[in-house]
């Protein structure tokens, strides 16, 4: 009962917000292999700002066309990210003309890709790509209806329908109060 009283006082008194938690990116278990691959993930945190960020590297073996596209998959998990809670949320999601995506303004992933030093677009040539520095902010939950959980998705890249990449990202959602003013 006292539970329940604090958390109706914090609703009162304070206002809901997000913090999103980016615990990993990287390259998919077992598929280092394939043309493009994501590693060298690096989160900080600025304790000055509160501010969250995080760094990551893309070697790509050979040229990726414009003709790209991803399947996308989403499992929900509880809090504690119990593989035993998880339940997937989408499956096999396609997506086609990632080109012309990538390179779209104020979209959830803009930030992503304006962080990349030397800028990611097609054809995407061989060679090594950082990201450096992106900021994680809770801006794209604005784009997105998900919850209070630990989120993991899985991203397969494939160019001209041949597999070329395989990104999985584990994304917690938390919520927290602030005092009003």
């Known amino acids: 009962m006292v539970e329940i009283l604090r958390a109706q006082i914090l609703l009162v008194e304070g206002e809901q917000k997000k913090k999103v938690v ?24 600025d304790e000055k700002t509160g501010d ?18 991803i ?9 504690s990210g119990n593989p035993d809670s998880c339940e997937q949320i989408m499956k ?3 997506v086609s003309d990632i080109c012309t995506y990538m390179v779209a303004k104020d979209q959830m992933w803009t930030s992503f890709m304006d962080s990349f030093t030397t800028p990611l677009v097609c054809p995407i040539k061989p060679g090594v ?3 450096k520095d992106m900021k994680v902010t809770p801006d794209f939950l604005n784009y997105l209806p998900v919850g209070d959980a630990l989120w993991k998705v899985q991203m397969d890249g494939y160019d ?8 999985s990202v584990v994304i917690q959602i938390v919520p927290f109060y602030v005092k009003r003013s």
């Open 22 to 45: 980016l615990r990993s990116l990287g390259q998919c278990k077992g598929q280092q292999s394939l043309p493009m691959v994501w590693y060298d993930f690096a989160p900080k945190h």
């Open 52 to 69: 969250s960020m995080a760094s990551i590297k893309v070697r790509t073996k050979a040229l990726v066309s414009e003709d790209l596209s």
């Open 71 to 79: 399947m996308f998959n989403f499992w929900k998990c509880d809090a």
């Open 92 to 94: 096999d999601y396609y």
């Open 129 to 131: 790509y950082d990201a």
């Open 160 to 167: 001209r329908g041949k597999k070329i990449t395989c990104v």
